[in-house]
């Protein structure tokens, strides 16, 4: 466990906090006035090795070499020269800081990153971090890397979960949810929709298979997997050549030797340490597509159907039998912006096809495909 303090007075700045991975969708902005939860869990903290915010180079002020050791690798892309290592945190973990005033306004419907930190130190007045609650982008603190240090609060070792552990915890992310639109409390603004989570999921599994392919076609398994990205496979990868095959793999599902053509693995990413499993045998040669350990969980060991969240609690050895959730009635869309990221950030985007991808991206967009 830790505890993060400022780095100008030492003042206790957060609750004490254990390390998990940092969510795939933590930079989504995701539709028009959407109102989303907060980001993390109360207790944790994740860390973004990426640089993130000004000043920023554009790649004409650099070359290649430069780039690719920044892992850009497509022409045109601008990066940032911030400090690396941005802690984010929810919201109600912070302790001792204070909103600024004059940073804390001026945006749609609550407060981004446009004019830098927004929180200060209470004892100091340092700026030590960004409130973020604004429409469409998740909510949560980032904390400044170089305004912030942290501690350790005890001697114990932080307990990591095996793969058989997580499995028997069982904690899925639902493929679609509630969706509200700011200022509404489930009235005219709510409609049901694919989760922000999976279409951020998504993006990133979809880059990895785009690079994975080699420039020929790529299948998934039926159902939900093929729901969520057969679509857009089928129409960003040529046809008329043998198919390369994806399957799911992990802890708990049979070897993946037992599909000789599989040499695609759609793989879970452990949540606490970023680790993404690898089978052992001939298997492991197989290219791992990463997908968070919820939707992971979810496409290899499905639910029946969803149930509808209920309130209050029923008398003993009554039984509930809720409807199942509604569907979403648009068709699966991946997250334009975690796909083009993740993408520029894989050397095979040097290749003109995936380069070709990346420069129609706007048009792929009105297309429907994210």
Sequence with gaps: ?????????????????????????????????????????????????????????????????????????????????????????????????????????????????????????????????????????????????????????????????????????????????PITRWGSLLGSGHRWSWSPQWEAAAGRALAHLLAASDGQPVTVPHGLTAEVLQRALDALLPGGRPARHAVLAGPGLSGPDADADADILLVPVHPQTGETWRPAGRAASAYPVPLPFGVWMWLAFPEPHLRLPASGTMPDGVVRDDPPMPRPHQLFRVDPSIFQHTLTQLPAARSPRLREILENLTQHMRSGLF
Aim: overall charge negative; proline content about 10%.
């Design 1 to 177: 466990m830790y505890i993060f303090v400022c780095a100008g007075c030492g003042a206790r700045l957060t609750v004490p906090l254990s390390q998990v991975v940092l969510p795939v969708h933590a930079h989504q902005k995701y539709g028009n006035g959407v109102q989303l939860p907060v980001l993390m869990e109360s207790g944790t903290f994740a860390v973004d090795p990426n640089r993130l915010g000004p000043p920023w180079r554009r790649w004409d002020e650099a070359d290649a070499e430069e780039g690719a050791a920044r892992d850009i690798h497509v022409p045109g892309f601008s990066w940032s020269d911030g400090t690396p290592g941005t802690v984010v945190i929810a919201p109600g973990d912070t302790r001792g800081a204070v909103l600024i005033p004059e940073k804390a306004g001026g945006y749609c419907c609550g407060l981004d990153w446009g004019e830098g930190p927004n929180m200060a130190c209470e004892a100091c007045g340092l700026p030590v971090a960004s409130r973020i609650d604004d429409c469409s982008l998740w909510q949560a603190v980032w904390l400044a890397p170089d305004a912030v240090r942290r501690l350790p609060v005890d001697n114990a070792a932080p307990t990591t979960l095996s793969w058989a552990e997580l499995l028997a915890e069982g904690k899925r992310t639902p493929p679609y949810e």
